[in-house]
């Protein structure tokens, strides 16, 4: 179907299609070609008037060629056009269609009902002031007993026991100041969400249209179409609109209503809001405010996003407050912040809202939102992001947090990354690059995206962190795939490196995916716990996939001086592609000075060594001052190699002390090797009788760290 001009006609619409189910299919008449004939109607006149502006406008339909309707029953057919149609009648041929009750769905392009009930109307873009070509209409005739000969229309749904579902329209005609020359975007928007973003019913504070190639007349009217959603939409009286125009390099002009009666837009109509030259109030870049505390400035589109780059100053703080969610697709996305002295600081609130699109396909400096974060960042989600960092410290959020000139703290709090993707170098993270300031990192997630270097220090969620007591509360990376297509160093589903004293609490690491058969220093959770690395305790890798070289750990690949306590890897399977491999951590190791100490920590992640030495349930091998107690491997553990164990492959030099530990397996010993270390490991259990908690509960272990009441310990 298309919009007829002269008319008003939709660029896809409404047009009922169908076969007679009250008849069987084997009823209707196949020729040999296997196609049958469905004849769809649209009823005759306009199937809508509507008043726009001071002119009386008709939405009515009409039919095109290559349109298309699916039929969906026990199977689906997709039917076309034939010739000889008519404005208002056309047969469609196409395969037959069993069933009793039937959806009938145009345009054919969606390949089911579901496909159509979760079309999305945003991103849409008007060419030319007036223009109509960019407006699809959409229709749905669902659970009707007959498709042979139908219509799209309330009546003829209702008559065969279905439902009729279409698209409408929203039309602006504002007449703007004289000022404004060339419009580039428009939208509507409310305090609460009383739009629709889908036909799936999705709510949305606000309806926004790009616009190319506009310029006013001489009557400086500006007219916009958009199409919405099927859902009827209500906006109580009292609600205050706001009608926004940026225009002429991100100008923004506004105008508010308040409802004084409850209004509706309506499906299959063409809605029309009509506002003169009066009341409009230009806000400069943003929606509102002046940069302070106090009064932030207000983001509510992809222009005014685009200028806080430009409105940051060195020395000072300047604050931003989202209002609306913002797609930023189409175009570069330029750092806030990765020029010069990076001195410029920010505080921006998200507000709850989502950043979509973020994209960077040539490599800049600290490839990021942010570029070098000096300041907060909270409550904001980034999804489809896409990053091409090049050589440069990179994360979706932050390059760089602070550069470690400027000892200002940094915080990230409520902050998502979700269906995203980053390639670059070295110091690279899901979330965050590098950390080079006091830190704090809290309930911040990264969700569904992919992280892949050819160099070392990558990790799902942050590359390194490389300042004294940075902290990480409350995070997690789940469903992240994280792939080094070389063969480099540290790589972890969580953190690439460690190098200060940085301390991670309660943090998950879930269905991650660790591509890194050729890479050393790989872990679930943190490739490399590095010198001075600071505490990590109350951590989980859940279900994770990893293919790693050698050093490598289902939660740590090398621990140097860590203090790790109360973590956990549940599930999930490792491979080792060389040696010292554990279900828990890969080789731990401490010297005279320093210790390394995990305690009060467990795996049941399956370890499969191969042929490889040092292949541990829990360690791979230990050595060094290493202290490892009341800790447990339940996984299955494979391997030739002699140095095979269900606890560790192997346990090196007199001061390694591992105490109070248990392997659960009933052919492995508890190490495959102890060298020269006899005395120090002590009060461990191989084997399986009874239960976990039984020898668990022999063994001394606190039942304020542990709920032994079940067969498997598990941590409080």
């Not at 979700?418 to 170098?425: L, P, V």
């Not at 090398?558 to 279900?583: E, L, M």
């Not at 890969?586 to 305690?599: V, W």
Request: glycine share 12%; net charge negative.
């Amino acid at each position: 179907m298309k919009k007829n001009i002269s008319i008003l006609v939709l660029a896809a619409a409404l047009l009922p299609l169908l076969f007679s189910c009250n008849k069987a299919v084997e009823s209707i008449s196949v020729p040999e070609n296997g196609l049958v004939t469905i004849s769809a109607s649209i009823p005759d006149g306009p199937a809508t008037r509507v008043a726009a502006a001071a002119a009386e406008t008709d939405l009515a339909w009409k039919w095109e060629e290559r349109d298309q309707i699916l039929v969906a029953g026990v199977n689906s057919s997709v039917f076309d056009i034939e010739d000889g149609f008519t404005a208002h009648q056309a047969d469609f041929t196409g395969k037959p269609v069993a069933g009793t009750t039937f959806s009938i769905l145009y345009p054919g392009s969606y390949g089911s009902v579901a496909e159509l009930e979760a079309a999305s109307w945003t991103g849409q873009v008007q060419t030319g002031n007036g223009s109509m070509d960019h407006l699809a209409y959409c229709a749905l005739l669902s659970g009707v007993d007959a498709f042979e000969t139908f219509e799209f229309s309330d009546a003829w749904a209702a008559e065969h026991k279905g439902t009729f579902k279409q698209s409408g329209v929203l039309k602006f005609a504002l007449t703007l100041p004289e000022g404004v020359t060339a419009p580039e975007s428009v939208a509507i928007r409310a305090d609460e969400p009383v739009f629709y973003a889908d036909n799936a019913g999705t709510k949305a504070t606000s309806l926004s249209l790009d616009l190319k190639e506009v310029s006013l007349g001489e009557d400086h009217v500006l007219t916009a179409w958009m199409t919405l959603p099927w859902q009827e939409v209500k906006v109580p009286a009292g609600t205050v609109l706001t009608v926004t125009v940026v225009a002429d390099g991100s100008n923004h002009w506004q105008r508010s209503v308040t409802l004084a009666a409850e209004a509706s837009l309506l499906p299959g109509k063409v809605n029309t809001i009509v506002l003169d030259a009066t009341g409009w109030t230009g806000t400069g870049h943003y929606a509102g405010g002046e940069g302070t505390a106090e009064s932030p400035w207000l983001i509510a589109d992809a222009a005014s996003l685009r200028s806080v780059r430009g409105d940051l100053v060195s020395g000072e703080t300047k604050y931003f407050k989202m209002i609306q969610d913002v797609d930023i697709s189409g175009a570069e996305w330029a750092p806030l912040n990765n020029e010069g002295s990076f001195d410029k600081f920010i505080h921006f609130d998200g507000n709850g809202k989502t950043i979509s699109g973020l994209t960077i396909t040539e490599p800049v400096a600290y490839a990021s939102f942010a570029g070098v974060l000096y300041g907060t960042l909270k409550d904001v989600v980034f999804d489809g992001a896409s990053i091409n960092a090049g050589s440069n410290k990179a994360g979706i959020v932050a390059g760089y947090l602070g550069t470690g000139k400027n000892l200002t703290e940094c915080s990230l709090t409520g902050v998502t990354v979700n269906n995203s993707a980053i390639e670059g170098a070295a110091y690279l993270g899901g979330v965050i690059g590098q950390v080079a300031v006091v830190t704090t990192v809290s309930d911040c997630h990264i969700l569904n995206s992919t992280v892949t270097t050819s160099v070392n220090n990558v990790g799902g969620f942050v590359g390194v962190p490389d300042c004294a007591d940075a902290k990480f509360e409350d995070c997690s990376a789940e469903g992240v795939t994280v792939v080094t297509t070389a063969a480099v160093q540290y790589a972890g589903g969580f953190v690439g490196n460690i190098n200060k004293l940085a301390n991670f609490e309660r943090c998950l690491v879930k269905d991650a995916v660790i591509e890194a058969p050729s890479t050393k220093r790989v872990g679930g959770f943190v490739g490399q716990a590095g010198k001075y690395a600071g505490v990590i305790t109350g951590c989980v890798v859940e279900n994770a996939t990893i293919a790693a070289g050698q050093n490598s750990g289902g939660f740590v690949g090398v621990d140097y001086f860590a203090d790790i306590n109360k973590c956990a890897v549940v599930g999930g399977k490792i491979t080792a592609n060389s040696s010292h491999v554990g279900g828990f951590a890969g080789y731990p190791e401490g010297n005279a000075s320093l210790s390394c100490k995990i305690a009060d920590s467990y795996s049941t992640m399956e370890v499969v060594g191969g042929g490889q030495a040092e292949v541990g349930g829990f360690i791979g091998i230990a050595k060094g001052l290493i202290v490892v107690e009341r800790c447990f491997s339940a996984g299955a553990v494979s391997g030739t190699h002699e140095n095979t164990g269900i606890f560790a492959g192997r346990i090196d030099v007199n001061t390694a002390a591992v105490s109070s530990c248990i392997g659960w397996s009933a052919t492995l010993p508890f190490a495959g090797t102890t060298v020269d270390g006899a005395e120090s490991v002590k009060d461990n259990y191989a084997g399986n009788e009874g239960t976990i908690s039984s020898q668990a509960t022999t063994l001394g272990w606190s039942t304020e760290v542990w709920d032994l009441s079940g067969d498997a310990p598990k941590l409080k």
